[in-house]
């Protein structure tokens, strides 16, 4: 049911510069950048294998169809950009440095 709710949560939008501004201090950003509709897919699946994860940390995925090689950006809630990483990603990586950002921290000790 969660990788359904983390799917409705992933609008993906095909321009050459999606606008961040209505996740900020919603939610945290991971951008997939590649004209390559096949770099996109196999991110997206390997995203999708630790929905429930990325669910409970208010990460959404948009893409944006520029440049032919795979790159991944993480947006943190406050809105700048946290990381960086290409096809050989680890979703453990990204799931990791958000853990240790101060507020998932807060966010892990509220109620």
């Not at 990788?3 to 050459?16: E, F, G, T, V, Y």
């Not at 990325?54 to 950009?81: A, F, H, M, P, Q």
């Amino acid at each position: 049911m969660l990788k359904l709710i983390l799917l409705a949560l992933m609008p993906l939008l095909a321009s050459a510069s999606p606008d961040l501004a209505p996740y900020k201090w919603k939610s945290r950003v991971i951008v997939l950048r590649s004209s390559n509709q096949g770099n996109i897919l196999a991110a997206r699946e390997k995203l999708k294998k630790h929905a429930s994860a990325l669910y409970e940390r208010n990460v959404v995925i948009v893409e944006n169809r520029t440049g032919e090689s795979l790159e991944i950006d993480l947006y943190g809630k406050d809105g700048g950009k946290k990381w960086q990483g290409d096809r050989d990603f680890e979703v453990k990586t990204i799931i990791e440095l958000i853990d240790s950002m101060p507020m998932r921290k807060e966010e892990s000790r509220s109620p």
